[in-house]
């Protein structure tokens, strides 16, 4: 399982940012995604989860209510979209996905064994 993030960039406080989950190669909508970041010196956090069929999502309390999590069927993309940015968000993101497909999704990295390379979010305040 590929996944390859995108999206990333440069944004001032109060902006806004759209990242996709892209998967060559394998079809997303059968897989749970989950959206990770990572500050420097601080651990892994999850930040939203969606099911394979887009009925259950799970959102990181820090990020309820200004992150949106969506998929794309036509496109085979799984999309983030984030408002009202801080500088406190300003970390890598990443999309996984567990090893099989219709397993029900947890904001527990353990629980993802497929990883992107991550996109680099930065805030400026």
């Known amino acids: 399982v590929q996944l390859v993030e995108s999206g990333g960039g440069l944004v001032q406080a109060g902006g806004s940012l759209r990242l996709s989950c892209a998967a060559p190669?394998?079809?997303?909508?059968?897989?749970?995604i989950a959206w990770f970041r990572q500050a420097p010196g601080k651990e892994r956090e999850g930040v939203v989860c969606?099911?394979?069929?887009?009925?259950?999502?799970h959102y990181g309390d820090s990020v309820k209510g200004r992150f949106t999590i969506a998929r794309d069927s036509a496109r085979n993309t799984v999309y983030l979209l984030m408002q009202h940015l801080q500088p406190e968000a300003t970390a890598y993101y990443y999309c996984?996905?567990?090893?099989?497909?219709?397993?029900?999704?947890?904001?527990?990295?353990?629980?993802?064994?497929?990883w992107g390379n991550g996109t680099q979010v930065t805030v400026s305040s």
């Open positions: 969606i099911d394979d069929n887009g009925g259950t999502i």
């Open positions: 996984a996905s567990p090893s099989s497909p219709g397993v029900p999704g947890r904001l527990s990295s353990s629980f993802y064994t497929s």
């Open positions: 190669g394998f079809t997303i909508g059968e897989y749970t």
